[in-house]
């Protein structure tokens, strides 16, 4: 008897609807077993992590909070993933955002003008769509691997933080915390829904995955992008090129991130501090894959995403497990979609003897 | 101890876990896997090698665990690179998250405790050497990691092992062609990478800084898939890249040696400039890049 994988003549639709939903399933009896072997209640842990996050107004109320840069970011990835251009450090994008965004307010901490915040979104844009444009300009000219460079600029990017919030901009009242001064009404975000922290960047990121959306169905730039990534030569061919290709995936990456560390800066933080991020630049990569790269499925994947970190707050508490259950959960949905995502183009087979 | 010999000693000390993945991660990528996992596969072992070593008061123990659970995550990069045809890519970093995850996880309960570093080991007659002996009296793992990366040259260009590990990673159909089992030989070398990524953390954990600190690798794994780049996939290179990225992370102690004050997240950055400029560097030269390149890395095979 032996197992193996044949092709199937055509992409198989359900598993690939499934595919997801089976690698959750997984996800779940996997680190049940897991947690319940590190002695920690694990039914209370999936309870904590699944189901409380969706129980009472407030807890889907900030769900629907950190699913906005989950999402952006990870709308920003998946262009260039399709294109193989694979930006992994939209961590650092975003913390570099958050950085030029905060510019303004620190050095302006009584500041009222109404330009504030929409100058402080532009240059959370820009600082991210910078930070991966150093990236893009070495992989274009110098030929080095886009997926080291941006990891290594997400280490810069953190130590640059770090000097800034221990140094210059640390408040000089805020006890010595990492942290810079709290930031002016001018520069928050307006608040949509009251009595809950969701602002008006979670429109902002449906708005970005209409783009998205867009840009993937109009064929012909979808195209030259996908082909300049993923077969530079035939690209060249056809007179569109692979610089382009790794030019624009990065820097709409780099400036979804920079705008998303914005956003938390100016949204639910109201001043730069040490944690800006928790981790929603490297968590958006699993987003982005999760929802099988479409920008649709990235909606449905962020908001799934975002209820487990909100789930893992609170496993922290109930279930006294540490923050990085979440990401061993994220690791092992990962893991498992990746597997079940061979089922849209293999089914299994049995079959007697050797193959031929 | 004078400074030069400090740091000469200090600069080996910290080669020796990048330099220990980075070997793993070369035979891995010379038979046509591309392994990013090596972070994560370098925080499980750092964690279990600690935890171990914490409990049984044995650090060969705790190395031989450490190995053993980089071998089990890679052998789950294996189940999807190899088994799924996965995208190896973002099989790399799925398990990148779910090593540093689980790193963490099994760490925490020992935050902030020590250990006692084992005892080092001196080169007769070299180690009494005036000015530099310092140098030659070293941790055991730091003479066999050397001490490996010359095994690993000879297998590779001396031994038919060496030749069956290249013809799979430069052409997969024609090495099955003649009969050499492709997945079963790529199977092996990524075990073989996992376990050396295992003991590289339980290293940096145990030995080299004996106090667990959540997210202690800090980048070493990712700084260690640069060299394989910077070394273009050759065992002397790649040890030459580890020791100057060793030399490099000791710049926060030879600035203070020399007097001059920088902030310490500066100093901490310089081995990530670096690892950048290197890259662009040696990367920009397309013809060697070309002619060194794994023919196959990063390809899924399905036989």
């Known amino acids: 008897m032996r197992l193996h994988f044949e092709r199937r003549e055509t992409m198989s639709r359900p598993v690939m609807l499934a595919a997801p939903l089976i690698a959750l399933v997984l996800a779940m009896l996997t680190s049940l077993i897991l947690f319940a072997a590190l002695g920690k209640p694990a039914g209370q842990a999936l309870y904590s992590l699944l189901l409380e996050p969706f129980i009472g107004w407030y807890n889907f109320s900030e769900v629907l909070l950190k699913m906005g840069p989950l999402m952006l970011i990870a709308q920003g990835l998946a262009i260039g993933f399709r294109a193989n251009v694979f930006n992994i450090g939209a961590e650092g994008q975003l913390i570099i955002g958050a950085l030029c965004a905060s510019a303004l307010p620190v050095y302006f901490p009584e500041g009222t003008s109404a330009l504030m915040l929409p100058a402080m979104i532009v240059l959370g844009a820009l600082g991210g769509a910078l930070w991966a444009g150093i990236a893009a300009g070495l992989r274009s000219r110098f030929n080095a691997n886009e997926i080291l460079v941006t990891l290594m600029l997400t280490l810069i990017a953190t130590q640059v933080l770090n000097y800034m919030v221990l140094g210059p901009w640390k408040d000089p009242h805020g006890f010595n915390f990492p942290q810079s001064v709290i930031f002016p009404d001018a520069a928050l975000l307006p608040i949509l829904l009251p009595g809950t922290r969701v602002n008006v960047s979670l429109p902002g990121a449906l708005i970005a995955s209409g783009l998205a959306y867009v840009l993937m169905r109009h064929r012909f730039a979808g195209f030259q992008l996908l082909v300049g990534g993923m077969a530079p030569r035939a690209a060249r061919y056809a007179g569109f090129s692979e610089g382009r290709a790794v030019w624009i995936s990065l820097l709409i990456g780099g400036l979804t991130a920079g705008l998303a560390g914005a956003f938390e800066v100016a949204g639910p933080l109201g001043q730069l501090q040490r944690s800006v991020s928790s981790g929603y630049g490297y968590s958006a990569i699993i987003v982005a894959y999760l929802g099988g790269l479409n920008p649709l499925g990235i909606v449905v994947s962020a908001f799934l995403m975002a209820a487990l970190f909100i789930g893992g707050d609170n496993a922290m508490v109930s279930a006294d497990l540490p923050v990085a259950a979440v990401f061993v959960f994220q690791g092992l949905l990962l893991v498992f979609y990746l597997g079940s995502l061979t089922f849209i183009r293999h089914r299994l087979i049995f079959s007697r003897g050797r193959p031929a | ?303």
């Open chain 2, 1 to 303: 101890m004078t400074i030069l010999a400090f740091i000469l000693a200090g600069t080996l000390a910290a080669a020796t876990p990048m330099l220990l993945a980075a070997l793993g991660e070369l035979i891995v990528e010379r038979s046509g896997v591309l392994n990013l996992g090596l972070e994560g596969m370098m925080a499980l072992g750092a964690a279990i090698g600690f935890v171990v070593t914490y409990q049984t008061h044995n650090p060969v123990l705790g190395f031989a665990a450490a190995a053993l659970g980089g071998i089990l995550l890679s052998l789950v990069f294996a189940a999807l690179a190899l088994g799924f045809m996965a995208n190896q890519v973002a099989a790399g970093l799925a398990i990148g998250v779910l090593g540093q995850g689980m790193s963490s996880l099994l760490g925490k309960p020992l935050e902030s405790q020590t250990l006692t570093a084992p005892d080092t080991l001196a080169i007769p007659g070299l180690a009494d050497l005036p000015l530099i002996g310092p140098v030659f009296d070293q941790d055991i793992v730091v003479w066999l990691t050397l001490l490996l990366a010359v095994v690993i040259w000879a297998v590779l260009n001396h031994t038919k092992l060496g030749l069956i590990l290249r013809a799979v990673g430069e052409n997969p159909h024609a090495a099955r062609a003649i009969g050499f089992r492709v997945l079963r030989i790529r199977l092996a070398a990524i075990a073989f990478g996992g376990a050396l990524a295992g003991m590289a953390g339980a290293y940096a954990s145990t030995i080299y800084t004996p106090l667990w600190a959540d997210g202690l690798i800090a980048g070493r794994g990712w700084i260690a898939v640069a060299l394989v780049v910077f070394g273009t996939w050759q065992p002397f290179r790649i040890t030459f890249g580890a020791l100057l990225f060793g030399a490099l992370s000791l710049g926060g102690l030879i600035a203070q040696a020399g007097g001059i004050a920088l902030p310490s997240q500066l100093l901490a950055s310089l081995p990530y400039v670096v690892t950048i400029v290197m890259l662009a560097v040696i990367s920009s030269n397309r013809r060697r890049m070309r002619l060194n390149t794994v023919a196959s890395l990063g390809q899924p095979f399905s036989g």
